[in-house]
């Protein structure tokens, strides 16, 4: 900034009537050169786990690309070769059907992944809706919307999905991920709120209230640029979460039935598999899927590193 | 006292509580008026309730008793029309304090000069937008230049005048600064002062300037309104007051002003003023053309 530009008139003696009609009329002082203005740097380092982002990008595409890859019906029975050990026409081998598990793999996946997202998707919709309810509105209302998230995360979650998808009767892909949706909310529903409850002080935010911005304008333009950083971390873990209840749910026989192929349905077959030595039925579903989780966790921890090593805006 | 219509504080109190049992009266009937087109300056120590009676005005906070007439709109009623609403939030502006968080360090400057225009819907079109954004960048000082920044990459002053901008665009009737200067550095606050003269000689809004800087209130106000403990206590033109305090706080606000001597700034005495304990009838008096002062009866 240069010293000619930061010219301060002298306060007295004031300026008369024709001085601030006619001279001083709209000569700015002070007026500021911005364009020799140093401009910070930035230099952030920005370290991502592109190893797990490879293999899941990796594992996504094979799926969407089911088709493609393993053409066909997933679930067609060969029930001349069940159970068949890896080999040149079953690359990872059958089950104990006689389905192909590479086949069942890629189609399985996408089921898998859905439900992630699906779920995901709705338990956050849920959360910042929530979270920003709660903390954007009177006292008594966050007191009482938060001992309900309280007294829901005191819950176990396995017993309310049970619970739920016994009310929901025989579970499909859609049920499934509205039953693991509305029950991982909770806790980006505290995230968001305790953000927002800082976040609705700032002066910002009274002043786009008092220039008539309403709930969803504050919402959308300073509440959740503001955080989503800190729950996305929370998000990424939330898919991970889905994918590997959903592979509970089936493996004991409370999630998608047999003939809906996904990672956990797959297992299901497990206690079978292991009796027989047919390691493969087991291990191959279960490897994709352990890496998968592992891919996410990778993802989601380094994406919590970003936001803490960042200037917090609270 | 109240003689205009434009902005009416009628008998405004506002009690804030801190917990169940303790409860602080911020302010306890306070009345003024302001008419159009005038500067009025209001000044106290800190917690005297200055920010409390802008945060009224504005709407920001709703009193526990009293009310803020505006050209006719009672601010703070629990139903106001569509048209009424628009009608504050459109010509009522408020500049506060800290313009590092009065601007939101994720926007860029465009957007937070958008961001009016955008609740209101006003100017859509891309090249008549960007010609008022730059016309109202250049009332303030600062160059297209900075549209682009983020208010973490501006200084003080910038940022304090990106504020005032994006006040200034919705043509505003009134504009309600709760210390605008008071996070500035001198030579920037003289800048500001300097501004805010500039542009309401040029623009001609109503100004409800709140400060604790008396020598920048002298500059600036045309009447000046002093504050004490949650009641105002002395409201009088600018020059009248500064020549002739009535009231013993007024007169102790008045003689702590520095004077630029150091040897007549070592000997004199500063009288202190202590606040009565316990409140007797209080009463508004006029004690000279437009001068009021509050009295003990």
Redesign the interface.
Known sequence: ?SHEA?H??H??P??TEAQ??GE????????????DMP??VSGRKVRLPWVSIAVLAIIALGCLLANIIAPGDASYMDLASPAKAPCAQYPFGTDMMGRSIFAMIWHGGRVSLLIGVLATALSTVIAVVYGTVSGAGPVWLDTLMMRVTEIFLSVPSLLIVIFLQAILGPANVVSISVVLGVTSWPTIAKVVRTEVRQLRQ???V????????GFM?VLI??FA??FLSSIMFMVVMNVRGAIASESTLSFMGLGLPLEIISWGSMLSNADRALLTGAWWIILIPGLFLVVTLVCMTNIGNALRGEVNRGER?L | MLNSDYVRVEHLSHRFHLTRKIAIDALKDVSFAIDRGEILGLVGESGSGKSTVARCV???LKPTGGRVIYDGIDVNAAKLSRDE??RL??E???I?Q?SG???????SVRRILS??L???GLSRDREAREKLLIQNL??????P??LE?RP??L?G??RQ?VSIA?ALL?KPKLIVADEPIASLDV??Q??I???F??LQ??HGFTFLFIAHDL??VE?LCDRVGVMSKGRLVELAPTRQLYDSPQHPYTKALLAAMPIPDPRRERSREIPVYHAPEYVTRQEWTRVGFDHYVLMER
Not at chain 1, 24 to 35: A, E, N
Not at chain 1, 207 to 213: I, Q
Not at chain 2, 138 to 143: K, M, P, R, S
């Open positions: 900034m930061l301060v008139q306060l007295h004031m300026p601030l009609a001083l009329r709209f000569k700015v002082v002070g007026r500021l050169d911005t364009h401009r910070p700032s002066e910002y009274v002043a786009s209230r008092c220039m008539g911005g304008h333009h300073h640029p503001n805006n | 504005m709407g920001i609403n628009v939030q459109k009522r502006q408020i506060f800290d968080s009065a601007l939101n360090p994720r926007m961001e009016p955008d609740i209101h250049d009332f303030v000082g600062l160059d230049g900075v920044s973490g990459e200084s002053g910038q005048r994006r919705m030579s920037i003289a800048q002062v300097n501004l003269k500039h000689a040029e020598a920048m500059f």
